[in-house]
DNA sequence: ACCCAGGCGTTCG
DNA sequence: CGAACGCATGGG
């Protein structure tokens, strides 16, 4: 079974370019990348099932193709989760014209073009990665995230592979941090994640009103939960509700892009973070993940 | 051995 | 208040 998922703009789409940035760790487990197509297992209503997606016949969609179950699923979700993940349903145009007025930027339109802001259409996948992330360098995070999802994540084997689908909050609510230290989640790592598992199923963070609340009313009731700082609650919102203004200046990647860029001898300071940021306005989310592109190679 | 890492919470001045 | 400090552990 095959479906198509409609891309916005798509003269500004670049699947290459995605793919480029969803191969950016070797410990990735939640999708694979080969022979420019991604699979991954998705969930249509509450049934899980295993897709392949990749580019279209014409540029203006992707072509989805179903590995599992055989029987015929709801495709609505899968379309929907697809459209939110690579960002399908938005223009370029005003970013990549803003990039050409902005010294910091200008030139990774060209260099990136058609790069979409990857994002993340699971709440509780978002703010536990920014959980997991914080402080230490990404490849551990990535290795701990793998861990965690091995571990506690739903998995099926399709056509040999495996696949498998990020931890329910109910599930890792049900944890002790006793069960993250041998994964070498510190601590207070441990209790940061399973505490955000228990307020999400307690509806202390209603998901529904979440999706509701502009973007300061969100970062405000997220850093209002133990673990969560102003750096996560801005690295949520900006992978999943996507907020334009989403602002990471306390992002150390971000610091090192900038750094790059202008030769610096040493980070930029906060001070300075502000100044070249200070026009960014809705092209913030945009402006940062284009930077953090430029970290990888190519 | 040392410093840094896609920070956060607590304590101190 | 803002600054300094402890945390925790891999990566370079």
Known sequence: MEFK?????????????????????????????????ITRMLVAGTEPVVVEIRMGETADHLAVKILAPAEPVDILPLQQYITRWLHLDVSLNEFYDFTETDPLLKGLAQQYRGLRLIGMPDFFEAITWAIIGQQINLSFAYTLRERFVKAFGYHAVVEGRDYYLYPQPAVVAALEPEELLPMQFSKSKAQYVINTARSIVS???????????????????????????????NYALMKYRRFPQSVLLEDVGLQNAIKNRLNLASKPSMTELKSYSRLWKEHTAYATFYLWRSLLPQ
């Open 203 to 233: 509806g202390e963070l209603s998901l529904p009103q979440l999706d509701e609340m502009d973007y300061e009313t969100a970062r405000t009731s997220l850093v209002a939960l133990k673990g969560i700082g102003n750096w996560s609650a």
């Open 5 to 37: 998922v409609a891309i916005t703009d798509s003269p500004n789409f670049s699947f290459e370019e995605c793919l480029c940035f969803l191969s950016r760790s070797p410990k990735e487990c939640l999708h694979y990348i080969h022979d420019n197509k």
